[in-house]
């Protein structure tokens, strides 16, 4: 065979089970990330909260925005197929700085997502017990439950991205359903008549009925901001926030690039149809519940208020469960970024290391779920009001992923430029995006509370410290940053070189 | 959806996609995509998008630049080349058919195609494409089962004893991988069977050919002990003249 140069005999993140998972899968993944069912039964209400009859158009405008930044990923997904994800398609961009930055972001985001998850299992899922089997102490039931998720994870992650797509997509495929089933049921059942079509003020007022839900509001780090009720330009903007929050994972297929069968194809798909169908479904749930003030007030609050009809019940298990498969996406996600920092020589060597049978990445898995799940537990044992734990961790975890989705926005036009194909839609893409995301970020973190700006100065700190320490000891692969699948010479049909 | 805006009934699209496949072929391993947009006057977007999606079918891949392309190996199928075993190949199978009364053929592997480097001439083999469409039943096939997976597609029983149980078929792939030899009584034809063994690079074990003996039925479903170190031996002296 002839030699090529700059062609290696084999692939950097060789280990993984490479090209065997189907495009169904790969969606699972995208799709369980993001958590529409749990995100379907808490957001909207978020989002009605502040734009009030607006809200659909809060949606709207996050849905463009995410569809934006879906087309900025496509453009690296298409070209090249990596387990780092957003981070390792930012350094063919920006360089190792960006790419430092965005890896940061990413573990960050991806660690508290499943953090996020867990607590949201032991949240719902511990109050969902307590009512369901009067004298079980819910912080107990919570605190089990996620000890039980966390094994469950863990051993899915390791066994294989295969097997866990499968769970996820059945997980998320039912509590979706029972979701939809519950907020139709209770449209039809507690709309008056004439309200749909002019339900707009009533729905306002129904917010009131679910103040309950503000423990929730941290999700985005916006709480305060906006009268509930205020209809207009400046509630619509307001809502994009919370809205946003709703979307938060869906490209973490990016990060199944080596394992996927034709990837190139796969990947982008699953990222864009991710967003395509929970804007959907966020936009139907939105629109259930402005015309269904009742649905509101009797099905969506479910840990604060105490009653126990089923569709409160039922909701909460699809909630449930699809914190769970969430849990598990956001895991592979994390486990993998980890992987491919260790194979550039940015991370222990250890987590680099794939399951021998299962070709994972087993000792990740290992390192990171007993960490997350402690923060969990500790945080919750510690009388720590789990819905404060939860939007805790979300508020940190979502402005770590708008910094990823700024930066791979900003890399996609130079990264383009560098290997000669950039074109004008690319760059209008890529700018509108930017802008709209920095914007957002500029204003969650102008309102944010005390709290979560100390954390982001320690995060920065922190990630700074890291930057200095690795450019002293490991200056090389730092400046090589951003390993992928690359061709290697067994995939080449080789004439001659030119 | 990029990919779904191109149709059959989009003749231009699919004349430029084939311009372009032919114009990486003719340039050979590097060419950029502006250069193929000049060389073409096919405009940039277009061609873009027509090289990103002949990259995400496998027909090209990009150098690990990124910026460079190359064709992939699934082009290959476009155009089967007629390969011929070299004569130091040829003579280690002529020691073989010498041994043995069965018939003895050769055949590389190219991702899921086979075909005949040096058959039997006193045993013509079956057609090497009528194997390829049935890798399940020939013992040559599940060779290159072993190594790539199951085919998605349903499993043809081409006689009554051919196995078309997923699982059954999982379970004779791993005795395969365990002992290295494939055998198969009955499967393909219901009077022959084989005994097929790997031929694989001496440095990184890829699989490139395989040697197959074929015989009657019920005499390849003994032991064959001599039959099969005699069959492993021969493909040892082959890997290093094939690889």
């Known amino acids: 065979m002839t030699r090529i140069p700059g062609l290696r005999a084999r692939s950097p993140v060789a280990g993984l089970h490479r090209r065997a998972l189907r495009p169904l899968g790969v969606f699972a993944q995208s799709v369980a990330t993001t958590a529409p069912a749990g995100a379907m039964a808490s957001t909207p209400l978020l989002v009605i909260a502040v734009a009030g009859r607006g809200a659909p158009w809060s949606f709207a405008v996050a849905a463009v925005l995410v569809g934006l930044v879906a087309a900025c990923i496509a453009v690296f997904a298409r070209r090249m197929a990596a387990a780092g994800g957003l981070y390792s398609f930012t350094a063919k961009g920006l360089g190792a700085g960006g790419a430092y930055a965005c890896a940061v972001a990413m573990v960050v985001g991806y660690g508290l997502l499943v953090a996020a998850a867990f607590s949201g299992v032991s949240w719902y899922g511990g109050a969902l017990l307590a009512r369901v089997f009067p004298g079980v102490p819910a912080v107990g039931a919570g605190v089990a439950l996620v000890v039980v998720l966390a094994v469950t994870v863990a051993v899915c992650a390791v066994r294989g991205v295969r097997l866990a797509g499968r769970v996820m997509l059945v997980i998320e495929a039912a509590s979706i359903g029972l979701i939809l089933v519950v907020l139709v049921a209770l449209a039809v059942t507690t709309a008056p008549s004439g309200m749909v079509a002019e339900g707009g003020v009533a729905g306002v007022s129904g917010v009131s009925g679910v103040s309950g839900v503000s423990g929730v509001s941290g999700v985005s780090g916006v709480s305060g901001v906006g009268a509930v009720g205020a209809v207009g330009i400046g509630g619509v903007a307001v809502g994009v926030l919370p809205a946003l929050a709703a979307f938060i994972g869906f490209d973490s297929a990016a990060t199944l690039g080596v394992e996927a069968r034709r990837p190139y194809a796969s990947v982008p798909r699953a990222i864009g149809a991710t967003a395509a169908v929970t804007a959907v479904l966020y936009l139907v749930a939105t629109l259930v519940l402005l015309a269904a003030p009742g649905a509101a007030a009797s099905g969506v609050t479910s840990p604060p208020s105490g009653d126990l009809s089923w569709a409160s019940v039922l909701m909460d298990a699809g909630i449930v469960a699809s914190f769970g498969a969430c849990a598990l996406a956001a895991l592979n996600t994390l486990v993998r970024v980890l992987f491919s920092l260790a194979r550039e020589g940015l991370a222990p060597a250890a987590l680099g290391r794939t399951h021998r049978r299962h070709l994972t990445p087993a000792i990740a898995v290992a390192v990171t779920v007993p960490v997350l799940a402690a923060v969990v537990v500790v945080g919750t044992l510690a009388g720590i009001a789990p819905g404060a734990v939860f939007g805790g961790l979300l508020s940190v975890g979502t402005l770590a992923f708008l910094a990823a989705y700024l930066l791979v926005c900003v890399a996609a036009p130079r990264f383009l430029a560098r290997i000669g194909e950039l074109t004008r839609g690319v760059v209008i893409t890529s700018v509108l995006a930017s802008v709209a995301l920095a914007a957002t970020a500029v204003v969650v973190v102008l309102h944010a509370g005390t709290g979560l700006v100390v954390t982001l100065a320690a995060l920065l700190v922190v990630g700074t410290g890291g930057w200095l320490l690795l450019r002293r000891l490991r200056g090389p692969a730092l400046r090589a940053m951003g390993v992928y699948d690359e061709t290697t010479t067994a995939d080449v049909l080789a004439v001659r070189a030119r | ?243």
């Open chain 2, 1 to 243: 959806m990029t990919s779904s805006s191109i149709s059959g009934r989009q003749p231009q699209a699919v004349r430029s996609a084939l311009a372009i496949l032919e114009e990486v072929a003719a340039a050979g391993v590097g060419i950029t995509a502006k250069e193929i947009s000049t060389a073409l006057r096919i405009p940039p977007a277009t061609t873009y998008r027509l090289l990103n999606l002949l990259v995400a079918e496998e027909y090209l891949v990009r150098l690990p630049d990124l910026g460079g392309f190359a064709l992939g190996r699934r082009s290959a199928n476009l155009a089967p080349s007629s390969v011929a075993a070299p004569t130091a190949a040829r003579q280690v199978m002529r020691r073989l058919r010498d041994r043995v009364r069965w018939g003895a053929h050769l055949v590389a592997f190219d991702r899921h195609r086979l075909t005949f480097l040096d058959p039997d001439p006193d045993h013509p083999p079956t057609d090497a494409d009528e194997l390829s469409r049935h890798p399940h039943a020939s013992g040559l096939g599940r060779l290159l089962l072993a190594e790539h997976g199951l085919p998605d597609g349903p499993l043809t029983r081409l006689t009554p004893d051919t196995v078309v149980d997923r699982d059954e078929l999982a379970r004779r792939l791993d005795e395969v991988r365990e002992t290295g030899l494939a055998r198969q009584c009955g499967e393909f034809h219901a009077t022959l069977g084989c005994l097929a063994v790997a031929v694989r690079a001496p440095d990184d074990r890829r699989l490139v050919a395989g040697l197959a003996l074929t015989g009657p039925a019920e005499r390849v479903a003994a032991p064959n002990t001599e039959l099969v170190d005699l069959l492993h031996a021969h493909a040892g002296d082959l890997a290093p003249l094939l690889a």
